[in-house]
T-cell receptor, first 113, second 112 residues
Framework: KAGVTQTPRYLIKTRGQQVTLSCSPI?????VSWYQQTPGQGLQFLFE???????NKGNFPGRFSGRQFSNSRSEMNVSTLELGDSALYLC????????????FGPGTRLTVL | ELKVEQNPLFLSMQEGKNYTIYCNYS?????LYWYRQDPGKSLESLFV?????AVKQEGRLMASLDTKARLSTLHITAAVHDLSATYFC????????????FGGGTRLMVKP
């Protein structure tokens, strides 16, 4: 089975711009979660989508948003970028067995200048 | 609010030695996960622990869970250089869906 894929892998933006990141889950997985990883704050949950609905949301400002399509692919958007948004953004899809293990994609490294 | 703490944050050890990483969490949890992250890479799933007393082993790594103490341990036996990585525990709180709360990570360096 192919793993979780994320595009693009690297992105450089300037303050004030917006960015859209994409995630394709493992085939058959319907839940997609997004996490932000920074050296200072570690790994933090952004939001989770299941069947095109946001099911959980972390403690991030409204500039961070997401959506999920009918094929379970997900996008997250960050508007009005700030320097502090520089991070590795990880997408995970959740196994459909009893373990609910989340399998992570390779991440998108976002640098805001 | 669920909090997850790992210690130590950094661990330098010699090949062949044993050591344990600890993961404490603050509230009742459904599940506890261990992940490995190599530098510049994503997270690789190692173990999922679902119930009190659960023990999982893979190669030189063994994870256990004590839900009463809200403690999980990741024990490394006879470390080898290939185990050098950052290890994270993550907890899935009760009724939290798939929202994982991660510990701060333990950076493990195994020296030859």
């Amino acid at each position: 089975k192919a793993g979780v894929t994320q595009t693009p892998r690297y992105l450089i933006k300037t303050r004030g711009q917006q960015v859209t990141l994409s995630c394709s889950p493992i085939s058959g997985h319907r839940s997609v979660s997004w996490y932000q990883q920074t050296p200072g704050q570690g790994l933090q949950f952004l939001f989770e989508y299941f069947s095109e609905t946001q099911r959980n949301k972390g403690n991030f400002p409204g500039r961070f948003s997401g959506r999920q399509f009918s094929n379970s692919r997900s996008e997250m958007n960050v508007s009005t970028l700030e320097l502090g948004d520089s991070a590795l953004y990880l997408c995970a899809s959740t196994a459909t067995d009893y373990t609910d293990t989340q399998y992570f994609g390779p991440g998108t490294r976002l640098t805001v200048l | 609010e669920l909090k997850v703490e790992q210690n130590p944050l950094f661990l330098s050890m010699q090949e062949g030695k044993n050591y344990t990483i600890y993961c404490n969490y603050s509230t009742t949890s459904d599940r506890l996960y261990w992940y490995r992250q190599d530098p510049g890479k994503s997270l690789e799933s190692l173990f999922v622990l679902l119930s009190n007393g659960a023990v999982k082993q893979e190669g030189r790594l063994m994870a256990s869970l004590d839900t009463k103490a809200r403690l999980s341990t990741l024990h490394i036996t006879a470390a080898v250089h290939d185990l050098s990585a950052t290890y994270f525990c993550a907890v899935d709180g009760i009724n939290a869906g798939n929202m994982l709360t991660f510990g701060g990570g333990t950076r493990l360096m195994v020296k030859p």
